[in-house]
T-cell receptor, first 113, second 113 residues
Framework: NAGVTQTPKFQVLKTGQSMTLQCAQDMNHEYMSWYRQDPGMGLRLIHYSVGAGITDQGEVPNGYNVSRSTTEDFPLRLLSAAPSQTSVYFC????????????FGSGTRLTVV | QQQVKQSPQSLIVQKGGISIINCAYENTAFDYFPWYQQFPGKGPALLIAIRPDVSEKKEGRFTISFNKSAKQFSLHIMDSQPGDSATYFCAASKWGSNYKLTFGKGTLLTVNP
């Protein structure tokens, strides 16, 4: 079982560039989420999805876009990268009603210069 | 904005000692409280979780204590080991919405040999 797979692991962008962070899970989980982690800030929710075709905003959605065309994939798009988006991004997936079902990927470390 | 407040920010414990990390939440609708462990360069991993129908849950050396009236919960690590050195995050959500976790800011635990 691969679990939650994120690519790339590292990325450097120039200000204004766009890119897509990939996230795929093979556990048939309904729920998927994107978080960003910054020093001293914990993890903050960017966007989430409760099923294919259904997405919604989290705590810090500005500058990011998501779509969920399949159960397995939940890409995160940076529309016009800014230095404030320098962070480590984590994708997570879970099923409803499971105490221990929320699984995180290994993260993408993004630097915007 | 709902918050989960976590303390202390950092903790140093001797091998064999007890590590205690505390969290307090504001939203009385929260009824799912997981703890995550994160090693450098890795994604958070679910360690233990509790729901408010019990006041304590123990798994091996890890115990969650829950005080619903005080809106507080804590993680106790008994017989702490150097391998427990990591960052620990508490989190909270509504049971049916575990795709929208609200995280504390984390506690860096160092266990000295």
């Amino acid at each position: 079982n691969a679990g939650v797979t994120q690519t790339p692991k590292f990325q450097v962008l120039k200000t204004g560039q766009s890119m897509t962070l990939q996230c795929a899970q093979d556990m048939n989980h309904e729920y998927m989420s994107w978080y960003r982690q910054d020093p001293g800030m914990g993890l903050r929710l960017i966007h989430y999805s409760v099923g294919a075709g259904i997405t919604d905003q989290g705590e810090v959605p500005n500058g990011y876009n998501v779509s969920r065309s399949t159960t397995e994939d939940f890409p995160l798009r940076l529309l016009s990268a800014a230095p404030s988006q320098t962070s480590v991004y984590f994708c997570a997936s879970s099923s409803p009603g499971t105490l221990y079902g929320y699984t995180f990927g290994s993260g993408t470390r993004l630097t915007v210069v | 904005q709902q918050q989960v407040k976590q303390s202390p920010q950092s903790l140093i414990v001797q091998k064999g000692g007890i590590s205690i990390i505390n969290c307090a939440y504001e939203n009385t609708a929260f009824d799912y409280f997981p703890w995550y462990q994160q090693f450098p360069g890795k994604g958070p991993a679910l360690l233990i979780a509790i729901r408010p129908d019990v006041s304590e849950k123990k798994e091996g050396r890890f115990t969650i204590s829950f005080n619903k009236s005080a809106k507080q919960f804590s993680l106790h690590i008994m017989d702490s080991q150097p391998g427990d050195s990591a960052t620990y995050f508490c989190a909270a959500s509504k049971w049916g919405s575990n795709y929208k976790l609200t995280f504390g800011k984390g506690t860096l635990l160092t266990v000295n040999p």
